[in-house]
């Protein structure tokens, strides 16, 4: 079978591999989590020069690469290949399906995988498939990692910087660029699963891939399959979320001037307004609560009310963040196959076709009422002893706040598929005493996305069946269909009980509860050329360049429906999306070798791009980037790069038509948390956000210190332009502190009364990413200690310092995300960066063939809630919007062990692992859910924590 290195010349790698030589040892180490080394020369047939960018091991190139290679994708041993790639510390809030809580997610990408480089949001971390790009899974237009082929992914490179001249537009903080092994020859599958310590969260895995050399050699045929499912987590099984809570609440007893803190880190908390069965919030009977059958009962309020919180007393009563599934259910299909005949020894063609179905389901919290349905005195649902109560004080009606525990929760059940075809051709040609290599392909591609949050309730419908009557013949029935007036008659309607557990037939459950829908289609058009070759020869070296011209079309369209589009139901909401832009772009690429074999220089070289690119709904924007590595003698080299990248708006951000939601916020006028509506819209007169990004640094590799090689990049990305919607808290807040443009988008009824939020998408902050990236990597052969000792040791650390994350809002109230561990908190804008201090992995792996063995240590530094909040008890400094005070601002950090093993039964052909993540089975720490929202979510950070508990995975994995 052919070797081939694609789209490189032969004189281009030749050039290449001399200039790697130095560092092949470097290169040969693992990427990430210990695995077993490569060879040198493996390392060296790894490097790849493709038409739009240059690629080389991370080690060599000016903009630093992480590359995750086979083996070591194959070591960590994971369900999804997005959970391994994300544990690289330069990731932070990765958007997993294991790994983080389905509260309320009614944005339609439940199960997706969506990956986020340095914290700075999916949307600025570009995701490519062998260097081209996907269609989006979602309307913010972040690809899904579950759609890659993982049985025929040779390895992963992540660039962890701006890479918008080499790559396109959304490579702000880097790329993931997911490369296929295309002359795979054989067959090869794999067959795992998994389940956790507690019993839960069972899932498997099925890979099947071949490769078929045919026609003498001269064509090529690719098949892979995968079928995977996930069991999820339903609920909260877990002591840690079961028996316990945290928030972060307004202190009622804090006045300007008695020294308390403003804010409260409590635990063991619930809800002042609603119970699951009904709860009466105001007035003589308040705290009488209904339990099942419609008993009442009097509620111990405990030690603290704080607007719609409690604290103590019968907070297990109330609360219901503990209601959500803990991880998703998920199943996902993969095809994909690509076919490539050698036309002639230069000329090549090639098509792909790639499906993708991903389904997610999860069962989420109920539509709650936090103390907002009147349920009148002649309701003959009320039980008897609160009706004479009522008879005997004058009382026309009460307030209730009900989580509506008969309804049940929320389901959210979403499907999304992919289907993309290629083709293209590709081959070589002389010209300038030179050899270029070329490649043509269009693509295209549609995601369809159907969305669906189920058992919501339908708002007009259930004010009408709560307000129930007994007509003249003694029967309940719906008093819109028992008065007077007949235009407001709804034959349908069916009475329904608010007020108690288990007391509403199906009819009525069937009657207020219905499904919330939207079907969103996300098209994609690329046609592209590029060429690469050496047009000319200088002192030290040919010149390489590459250039090229692309264009790309993307839309987005909807099927409205109906009951979404008049914002009928509690959440959900859907309102049919419909828009396209297309772009325009030539690029052009060069290395240029300045100094070889000097003095003062082993080699010296130049990398630079530029990249002209036409938006439709934007105009016309220019990026571009000036790299430089230099090598002073063989052990040691620097990089250093310079670039301007920019992220264009996308579909969602430009085009969204709205999606109506329940939104809980606290009122600053009077601190109580209602249940209000939110509009999400887009805004078509966006700008791109453009990034001015700084990376220098340094790679050891001493020659006194055999096997031994690190690392250390500085990395400074400053964003102007940022594109954010504000939380819709912050709309609220600001109003309130008297900013009369932010009070446009905050309506109030006429007492007064909070009751919608409009958020809309502006280009209106500034944004600045800064930190180290650190990397070492000591190879040990034990005979080199002892001869009677086999084996290799390989030990790796790789770690992130994050040293700003800064947000300055259009108001100028900056945010420092550094050193956060809890998201949403506070007053920090919705897109606010924020990240962990320090971010690490560990590992020591002993690899002695047939038998390969590796411990990894994760780390997560001890961190804040709030970078603004200052922390005290008692005697407290004046509290300040930005500055508010609090008892607790410290959040624990943790350290998480995962082990590993392989044993190749027949060599390659036939291999059995297994891997054990969080071995000591370590709970997540207790954090704060953020404020406004803990009710439902009950503990924050459950992106950058461990929250499953301990997991196996095994398998065996075949290759013929």
Known sequence: MRKTVHFVTPRVRSRLVTAASAFAMIAAMPAAYGAEAQTAQAAIDEITVTGTRVVRDGYEAPTPVSVLGADELNLAARNNLAETVSRLPSFSNSALPRGRSATLNVTGITGVSNLNLRGMGGSRSLVLLDGARIVGSSLSGEVDVGIMPDGLIQRVDVVTGGASAAYGSDALSGVVNFV?????????????????????????????????PFAGDRGHFLISGQHAYDNGIHGAPRSWRQDHNAAVINNPNWTATNGQPRLLEVFDFGLAAATPGGLITAGPLKGTYFGPGGAPAQLNYGSIISGSYMVGGDWKLTRFDQLSDLAFKMSRQNLFTRLGYDVSDNFNVYAMYQFSQIEGYSEDLRSWNLGNLTIRADNPYIPAA??????????????????????????????????????????NFDAFDSNWAWEAYYQTSKTHISSNNRNVIHNARHVRAIDSVRNANGAIVCRVNADAVTTNDDPSCVPYNPMGIGVNSEAALNYVRGTSHSHTILSQDVASLSTNGEPFDLWAGPVSLALGIEHRREEVSGVPNPDDEANSWFAGNYHASFGKFNVTEGFLETVIPLAKGEAWAEAFDLNAAARFTDYSTSGFVTTW???????????????????????????????????????????????????????????????????????????????????????????????????????????????????????????????????????????????????????????LPLASLADSMDGDLTFRFMGTRALRMRT????????????????????????????????????????????????????????????????????CPATTAQNPTINNNDVPGANYFDLAFSYKIDGDALEAFMSVENLMDKDPPQVAGSLGAAFFTGSGALTIYDIMGRQFHAGVRFKY
């Open 808 to 875: 300055i809002d259009v108001l100028g109230l900056t945010i420092e995300g550094a050193g956060v561990n809890a998201e949403g908190m506070g007053n920090a804008p919705s897109s606010g960066f924020w990240a962990p201090k320090f971010k690490a992995n560990i590992s020591a792996t002993y690899s002695l063939d047939p038998f390969t063995a590796s411990l990894t240590m994760r780390h997560v530094s001890d961190g804040v809630y709030n970078r603004q909040f200052v922390e005290c008890t008692t005697g």
């Open 386 to 427: 609160i009706a004479a109560q009522m008879t005997t004080q004058g009382l026309t009606q009460f307030t209730l706040g009900t989580v509506n525990d008969d309804v049940g929760p929320m389901i959210q059940n979403n499907i999304s598929t992919l289907r993309r075809g290629v083709v293209g051709a590709e081959g």
């Open 625 to 779: 980037k000036v790299g430089a590595t230099w090598t002073p003698f063989s052990d040691l080299r620097f990089r250093a790069t310079r670039s301007r990248d920019i992220r264009a708006p996308n579909l969602g951000e430009l085009f969204n038509y709205g999606r109506v939601n329940t939104g809980t916020l606290l009122d600053p006028r009077n601190g109580q948390t209602l249940s209000i509506f939110t509009t999400t819209s887009g805004n078509v007169n966006l700008k791109p956000e453009i990034a001015n990004t700084t990376g220098v640094g340094a790679v050891y590799a001493p020659s006194w210190f055999d096997g031994f090689t690190t690392s250390v990049d500085f990395y400074n990305i400053k964003i102007a332009g940022a594109i954010t919607s504000l939380g819709a808290q912050q709309y609220v807040d600001r109003c309130h502190a008297g900013d009369a443009y932010l009070c446009t988008f905050v309506t109030r009824d006429a007492a007064g009364t909070l009751t919608h939020v409009s958020i809309l998408p502006a280009n209106v902050l500034s944004q600045t990413a800064r930190g180290i990236d650190f990397e070492a990597t000591y190879r």
């Open 180 to 212: 296929l092994d295309r002359e795979f020859t054989g067959v090869k599958g794999n067959v795992e699963g998994g389940i956790n310590s507690a019993g839960d969260g069972a899932n498997y895995k099925l890979n099947l891939s071949a490769g078929l």
